[in-house]
T-cell receptor, first 111, second 112 residues
Framework: QKEVEQNSGPLSVPEGAIASLNCTYSDRGSQSFFWYRQYSGKSPELIMSIYSNGDKEDGRFTAQLNKASQYVSLLIRDSQPSDSATYLCAVNNPGYSTLTFGKGTMLLVSP | EAQVTQNPRYLITVTGKKLTVTCSQNMNHEYMSWYRQDPGLGLRQIYYSMNVEVTDKGDVPEGYKVSRKEKRNFPLILESPSPNQTSLYFC???????????FGPGTRLTVT
């Protein structure tokens, strides 16, 4: 069974701080990694995708991938109260045409 | 506007009454998928489709059926719903399974 692990949180940070969200995965063959943001009762919204080792930046978001450690992270700089949501990590399952999602980390950004 | 649509958005039904949740995408994506989301269990894949007439089971397919007769549509069928199928359902689509998936707005189903 493919596994994607995330700390459930909540992770509480003050407004303006850096939020760091982490995810580990079990299948060394995984090639695609995604971060989704989900507000309560809403659908997951893709915010970052990363396919190779290293960092990928998009605005206030940076995704970091370390395949050797089977670890992917999301940094949110200058956190805003509107960033308060659950963040889902998703990893592709090679050979199965599916994604496995972590259970998500709840982020709370206080004004 | 590129989007995935689902209908209905909310549905309350009774045990055993067949229902269909529709899903449609306008992005010409080949890959479509259905998920259910439950508290404490996260998002779990029910069925997916690689292309027209090609479907396969995900992690929790029991009690569900799907069909893919057209590229844009991927309905989810519950032939005899039971209370344990009460959940929030999402349809998603992608160009290929290893690329970004885009989600519909969700269907909240309650089976009494």
């Amino acid at each position: 069974q493919k596994e994607v692990e995330q700390n459930s949180g909540p992770l509480s940070v003050p407004e303006g701080a850096i939020a760091s969200l982490n995810c580990t995965y079990s299948d060394r063959g995984s090639q695609s990694f995604f971060w989704y943001r989900q507000y309560s009762g809403k659908s997951p919204e893709l915010i970052m995708s990363i396919y190779s080792n290293g960092d990928k930046e998009d605005g206030r978001f940076t995704a970091q991938l370390n395949k050797a450690s089977q670890y992917v992270s999301l940094l949110i700089r200058d956190s805003q109260p509107s960033d308060s949501a659950t963040y889902l990590c998703a990893v592709n399952n090679p050979g199965y045409s599916t994604l496995t999602f972590g259970k998500g980390t709840m982020l709370l950004v206080s004004p | 506007e590129a989007q995935v649509t689902q209908n209905p958005r909310y549905l309350i039904t009774v045990t055993g009454k067949k229902l269909t949740v529709t899903c449609s995408q306008n992005m010409n994506h080949e890959y479509m998928s259905w998920y259910r989301q439950d508290p404490g269990l996260g998002l779990r894949q029910i069925y997916y489709s690689m292309n027209v007439e090609v479907t396969d089971k995900g992690d929790v397919p029991e009690g569900y059926k799907v069909s893919r007769k057209e590229k844009r549509n991927f309905p989810l069928i519950l032939e005899s719903p039971s209370p344990n199928q009460t959940s929030l359902y999402f349809c998603a689509s992608s160009w290929r399974p290893k690329y970004e998936q885009y989600f519909g707005p969700g269907t909240r189903l309650t089976v009494t």
